[in-house]
């Protein structure tokens, strides 16, 4: 059963930095595509990074040079490295997890079926 278990969530003031990890279960990163979400209230949950399964990463415009993934793939944790936060990057972080899915929707929640129980990044100001 694939199963994904975030953590490193907390609180942090603007400009400060965090590391999520996300440790996962009965699969391997060069066979499964994986990514990281972000639930803000009031909006719709959003891809931050993803992973490719020949190792292309993608990253939302948003956080495109602040944030970098990173995968341990002896050890199956996946990372998200956060620098330089923003009020605006405070949500609910998701690890997601699929075994197949179309390129143009890789930043998409929909092409994922398999997610953790999210962890939470608070930045204040």
């Known amino acids: 059963k694939v199963e994904l278990v975030e953590s490193g969530g907390g609180s942090v003031q603007a400009g400060g930095s965090l590391r999520l990890s996300c440790t996962a279960s009965e699969l391997t990163f060069d066979t499964w595509y994986m990514g990281w979400f972000r639930e803000i209230p009031g909006k719709e949950r959003e891809g931050v990074a993803v992973?490719?399964?020949?190792?292309?990463?993608s990253y939302a415009d948003s956080v495109k040079g602040r944030f970098t993934l990173s995968a341990d793939n002896d050890k199956n944790i996946l990372y998200l490295q956060m620098n330089s936060l923003k009020t605006e990057d405070t949500g609910k972080y998701y690890c997601?997890?699929?075994?197949?899915?179309?390129?143009?929707?890789?930043?998409?929640?929909?092409?994922?079926?398999?997610w953790g129980q999210g962890t939470q990044v608070t930045v204040s100001s």
């Open positions: 992973l490719d399964r020949d190792g292309t990463i």
């Open positions: 997601a997890a699929n075994d197949w899915q179309y390129w143009s929707l890789r930043l998409s929640a929909s092409s994922y079926h398999y």
